[in-house]
């Protein structure tokens, strides 16, 4: 649905995107995570047509953005950070103002007005300038605009900025609800934003890719935690011969001996452990795979970037 290669763009001395590719593919839910000023913006201005990049391959459903700029914002829904909304006019009055610019049809505009009202539930204030709601209705109205036009790929940024922590609910259901029929790219520079809402990441900071991932494989190592119910007279060395462990050490613990065995790239270490076990009779309380927060992977990043 999206194909990125080589995206590069320069604000004056400012080099923001330095060399950026990644696909998305239809019905995924993507997050574009990174610090404030990493190029999150300037990667969404540039797919929905609203950017020229320096250099680079930008493809929306397998159409040259810069050539097709119009047909391919015709196929994507769109929120920006700051979503022009009009203070003095209805909530519906500008649904239609959109179904005109989005070129819906007289015949068809009630019927698609309804459903992304109906989507984004906000049938209760339709009447209400924009300019007397609250942030979070706002961002609703935003959405439904986005979706007005039943687009196949919703681009989204940073759409729960500003929102207080009921608000920030309800948004992170309601994307998660519309990406049920559409394909969705959302940025943030909140990793539980990510969390909540997607199963992949691309993570970028000062222009560039870190990371590019399911969350699960973000957070997933090589090792394995092994807990005994009681201490085991040359356990470590023991645990070594396994095959696909590098070594072993002891954690601190209240509740048995505990271990991080660190294992060699590929090892499937839980299935090997878990049979060394029965074969030398380790008396095994507990045994798992090893995973990291997803916030110590992006501290590291950013930490290397
Ligand atoms: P993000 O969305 O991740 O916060 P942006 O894409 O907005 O990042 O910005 C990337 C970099 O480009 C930052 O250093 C920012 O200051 C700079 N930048 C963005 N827009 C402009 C602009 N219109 N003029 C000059 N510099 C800009």
């Given amino acids: 649905m999206i194909r990125v290669e080589g995206l590069t763009k320069a604000y004056g001395p400012i080099q923001a995107l330095r060399g950026v590719s990644f696909q998305v593919q239809a019905g995924e839910i993507v997050g574009l995570l990174g610090p404030n000023g990493a190029g999150k913006s300037t990667i969404i201005k540039i797919?929905?047509?609203?950017?020229?990049p320096d250099e680079g391959i930008v493809e929306v459903d397998g159409l040259d953005v810069l050539t097709h700029r119009l047909e391919v914002q015709a196929r994507i829904?769109?929120?920006?950070e700051n979503t022009p909304l009009y203070p003095d006019m209805t909530v519906q009055a500008y649904l239609k103002m959109m179904a005109d610019l989005r070129q819906i049809p007289p015949e068809k505009q009630t019927e698609y007005i309804s459903e992304a009202v109906y989507a984004t539930d906000i049938a209760g204030f339709l009447n209400r300038p924009i300019g007397k709601l609250s942030k979070g209705m706002r961002q609703r109205v935003g959405l439904a605009q986005a979706i007005l036009h039943k687009p196949r790929l919703l681009i989204l940024d940073e759409p729960t900025i500003g929102l207080?922590?009921?608000?920030?609910?309800?948004?992170?259901q309601l994307i998660r609800r519309l990406a049920q029929h559409s394909t969705v790219l959302f940025s943030s520079h909140i990793l539980p934003e990510v969390e909540a809402v997607c199963h992949r990441a691309i993570i970028i900071m000062n222009g560039q890719i870190k990371a590019d991932a399911r969350l699960a494989d973000l957070a997933a190592t090589q090792n394995a935690i092994l807990t005994l119910q009681r201490p085991v007279e040359g356990f470590e060395s023991a645990v070594r011969q396994v095959r696909g462990v590098k070594r072993a050490e002891r954690l601190p613990s209240t509740d048995g001996p505990?271990?991080?065995?660190?294992?060699?790239?590929?090892?499937?270490?839980?299935?090997?452990?878990?049979?060394?076990?029965?074969?030398?009779?380790?008396?095994?309380?507990?045994?798992?795979?090893?995973?990291?927060?997803?916030?110590?992977?992006f501290n590291e990043l950013a930490t290397r970037a």
């Fill in 47 to 52: 797919l929905t047509g609203y950017l020229q």
């Fill in 77 to 80: 829904g769109y929120l920006p």
């Fill in 164 to 172: 207080d922590p009921t608000q920030l609910v309800e948004i992170r």
């Fill in 258 to 297: 505990s271990y991080r065995i660190y294992g060699e790239d590929n090892a499937d270490l839980c299935p090997a452990l878990f049979a060394a076990a029965a074969q030398m009779g380790w008396p095994v309380r507990e045994l798992r795979a090893d995973t990291r927060t997803l916030e110590s992977v």
